[in-house]
């Protein structure tokens, strides 16, 4: 099996993320394609990593251009059944791999999230003049992909709606033993978290200008943010002007201490994938305040494990902060619904490996 991937990793794997491709081995031969995250090694007896391009700026495209070309002669070489795609541009790849290298490996893509997201609210804005490309590559991808697996109700629903029906749905294996401790109390003062990237598919910019008017309003309320992206300008103007601490980056058992620190989780976004974070902030007994967006819905019943409100509405996401964050009681309650919510999403390494293996045949 020939694991297909943008994913930037780190050689050696950490053990959360090595457990993941452990389990895999002990029901096929793995072996991985992806991009190698800055400083790490390249190789090692399962992984062949694309080193970051000197010219950043190029890195992207050319990790792209000469996928299809890499994946063929691993394809050539390994003689893999199956090519595993974590969205339907490694699939186009995959495919073009196939063709070139002649043989007949099954395309299996993964959906983990909106992949028109990548070209449309991610990044530079010059990425959307790419879109309409992307969107028919895409489209023909999964048209034409050997199996095709979803994560969540809402990527379902989008593989539906281009007239493919999803050969499985299961969670994405997520690490949570960080956030696996006995679950802590509220802190004495109410505070916001925020975490994931500083892009505006995250609505980075709504929450900023919701927090601005919470503040006015529940001055003795702080965020947190974590996440680094092409929109950190926004969040450093709002360091500078309310009770706001940034920090670009945590590790996982730095994001559970977090979440205890904090009476609830903020997601606006305007689009959202699985939503790794909603289950890690279940499994520390906090509610979320998100948007009715994407994944969300199908992760966060609204009234019993958080409150819901639409992405672009600026008031309404500042109304549901402040509701929180004043009432301990209801913050409590949301957060017990939060921790009964969670078993629905967790998997063991070993589960994970065995839906994949039943998933390729």
Not at 66 to 79: K, N
Not at 121 to 129: D, F, H, I, T, V
Not at 222 to 228: A, I
């Amino acid at each position: 099996m020939l694991f297909l991937s943008r994913t930037r990793y780190t050689l050696p794997l950490a053990p959360g993320r090595a457990a993941k491709f452990d389990a895999l081995e002990s029901e096929l031969e793995v072996h991985v394609l992806a991009a190698a995250a800055p400083g790490s090694r390249t190789r090692d007896g399962r992984f062949t990593l694309v080193a970051p391009f000197v010219l950043r700026q190029l890195d992207g495209v050319l990790f792209w251009l000469l996928l299809p070309f890499r994946a063929a002669r691993m394809l050539r070489r390994l003689r893999v059944a199956a090519v595993i795609c974590q969205t339907p541009y490694e699939a186009a790849a995959a495919l073009a791999a196939r063709a070139l290298a002649g043989v007949s490996a099954r395309v299996v893509v993964e959906i983990h999230a909106d992949w028109r997201t990548s070209t449309r609210l991610y990044g530079s804005p010059a990425r959307r003049l790419v879109a309409p490309v992307g969107d028919a590559v895409a489209a023909r991808a999964l048209r034409r992909a050997d199996v095709v697996r979803t994560v969540s109700p809402f990527t379902s629903r989008l593989v539906r709606a281009m007239g493919v029906e999803p050969a499985g749905e299961f969670p994405a294996y997520m690490e949570l033993r960080p956030f696996a401790a006995p679950r802590r109390a509220l802190p004495d003062r109410p505070q916001a978290l925020f975490v994931g990237v500083l892009e505006p598919y995250k609505n980075v910019d709504g929450l900023a200008a919701a927090w601005r008017l919470v503040a006015e309003r529940l001055p003795q309320a702080s965020l947190r943010v974590v996440g680094r992206g092409s929109l950190a300008d926004v969040v450093e103007r709002l360091v500078a002007e309310c009770d706001v601490r940034w920090d670009p980056e945590l590790t996982a058992a730095e994001v559970a201490d977090a979440l205890d620190d904090a009476w609830v989780l903020v997601l606006p976004s305007r689009s959202e994938g699985m939503g790794r974070v909603l289950v890690e902030a279940f499994c520390r007994g906090r509610g979320v305040v998100g948007s009715r967006a994407g994944s969300i819905p199908d992760l966060v019943e609204e009234g019993v494990a958080g409150l819901l409100v639409d992405a672009d509405d600026v008031s309404a996401l500042a109304d549901a902060l402040v509701r929180v964050l004043s009432d301990r009681a209801l913050a409590e309650r949301l957060g017990e619904g939060a921790a009964a919510a969670a078993s629905r999403w967790l998997q063991s390494p070993e589960q994970y490996a065995r839906r994949v293996r039943e998933l390729v045949g």
